[in-house]
């Protein structure tokens, strides 16, 4: 079965801190994972990897790709009240099914 | 562009109603989504279609019906709604395999 398993589940950080969430995934075919934040509504946007593209970098945030170890970690530096939300991994597996595997989400709080 | 849009924003129904929960998208893309999003559960998917004409069960399709009207539209049936229900629901779509998913605002659906 395939399967997608974030973490940690939540972790509280001051203003500044760096963190690092974890997202591993069992699945036939990999094809692609991705990166979303949610704050209050629906999910946004973050990264895409790729097996030709496993490291992604936007401002403070960056991700990589280990194939080896079947995981990716998204990485925040200097973080910000902003930054406070859940954050989704989802895995796309391949054989053309275009379905996506989410996982639970790791909710992350920053405080002042 | 509006992109992905849901209707309603919100729902009250009583155990055993049934109604529709309606997604449009004006992005031209083949393949779209509902999930449905309960707290510590991560985003799970009720039914995807890969393209216009085809539909597929995901990982919790029970209570549900879907039809992909055409290529914009692509709606979700409750037709008999049991408190389990209660969720909130999110609709997506992508252009195909390896893209980002757009998501609609989300739905949120209270069955008393």
């Known amino acids: 079965e395939d399967k997608v398993v974030q973490s940690p589940l939540s972790l509280v950080v001051h203003e500044g801190d760096t963190v690092t969430l974890n997202c591993s995934y069992e699945?036939?075919?990999?094809?692609?994972l991705l990166w979303y934040k949610q704050e209050k509504k629906a999910p946004t946007f973050l990264f895409m990897l790729t097996s030709s593209g496993i490291e992604k970098k936007s401002g403070r945030l960056s991700s990589i790709l280990d194939k080896k170890e079947l995981s990716s970690i998204l990485n925040i530096t200097a973080t910000q009240t902003g930054d406070s939300a859940i954050y989704l991994c989802?895995?796309?597996?391949?054989?053309?099914?275009?379905?996506?595997?989410f996982g639970t989400g790791t909710r992350l709080k920053v405080l002042a | 562009n509006a992109g992905v849009t849901q209707t309603p924003k919100f729902q009250v129904l009583k155990t055993g109603q049934s109604m529709t929960l309606q997604c449009a998208q004006d992005m031209n893309h083949n393949s779209m989504y509902w999930y449905r999003q309960d707290p510590g559960m991560g985003l799970r998917l009720i039914y995807y279609s890969a393209s216009e004409g085809t539909t597929d069960k995901g990982e919790v399709p029970n209570g549900y019906n879907v039809s992909r009207l055409n290529k914009r539209e692509f709606s979700l049936r409750l037709e008999s709604a049991a408190p389990s229900q209660t969720s909130v629901y999110f609709c997506?779509?992508?252009?195909?395999?390896?893209?980002?998913?757009?998501f609609g605002p989300g739905t949120r659906l209270t069955v008393t």
């Open positions: 989802a895995v796309e597996p391949g054989g053309g099914t275009y379905k996506y595997i």
């Open positions: 699945v036939t075919n990999f094809r692609s």
């Open positions: 997506a779509s992508t252009p195909g395999g390896s893209y980002e998913q757009y």
